[in-house]
């Protein structure tokens, strides 16, 4: 989208995770990004950290909350804007209900109300580019694994979601993973069944053209 958000959404083995690091390296060249979080189901995150390390040369850190806690510190508290790449876990991040209460306490939620405090702008964000992998797991209303996607949404500049899988869920729950992509352009859900109709033409017409 226009908003500087991708969904990719290859099958199994053609390359997610390529594609995904040629466009961080793009925005390093372009843009000196300096910051990588990676997030990914908790059983994915060493492979994460090997196939970066032995196709791209990149010495990425396996951290959990409380470790991004610290390293956002050093950037909005003590203005220590270091380099670093990061692969966390999706259930080691997720934020909880009512995360917003300040009387509640936890490295899960601090991430989240820091995420939450800093928005994304021209001259700052906490993360120059944020992946989530196997992002249909973020489909659901009102799951704390959704609540951590919009997070992620708003606190980095760039936005990866990659899915193998979102044609084979409902409509619903591929609109909510557009609705992580760009808000503002899938808002209503009955319009976005109007899009869906209004495409399905051009859909046959390019399966009859294969």
């Not at 109300?113 to 120059?128: C, G, K, Q, T």
């Amino acid at each position: 989208s226009s908003t500087r958000r991708l969904l990719i959404a290859d099958e199994v083995g053609l390359g997610k995770t390529i594609e995904a690091m040629y466009i961080w390296k793009e925005l390093q060249a372009r843009e000196d990004a300096r910051r990588l979080l990676i997030v990914c189901p908790s059983m994915l995150r060493h492979k994460w950290r090997d196939d970066l390390a032995t196709r791209f040369g990149i010495a990425a850190e396996i951290v959990d909350a409380g470790q991004l806690k610290h390293k956002l510190e050093d950037l909005t508290e003590r203005g220590i804007g270091n380099p670093f790449v990061c692969i966390a876990s999706l259930e080691g991040l997720r934020p909880p209900a009512g995360y917003k209460d300040e009387s509640k306490k936890g490295a899960r939620i601090d991430c989240a109300r820091m995420m939450d405090h800093n928005p994304a702008r021209d001259d700052f964000a906490l993360f120059d580019l944020a992946i989530i992998d196997e992002a249909h797991y973020m489909r659901n209303t009102g799951t704390a694994a959704q609540r951590l996607g919009h997070l992620l949404h708003d606190a980095a500049r760039n936005l990866i979601l990659l899915t193998a899988t979102p044609i084979q869920i409902n409509s619903e729950n591929l609109y909510r993973l557009l609705q992580l992509v760009d808000p503002l352009q899938f808002e209503d859900f009955a319009v976005f069944g109007d899009v869906l109709a209004a495409n399905a033409p051009v859909v046959r017409a390019q399966r009859a053209l294969w």
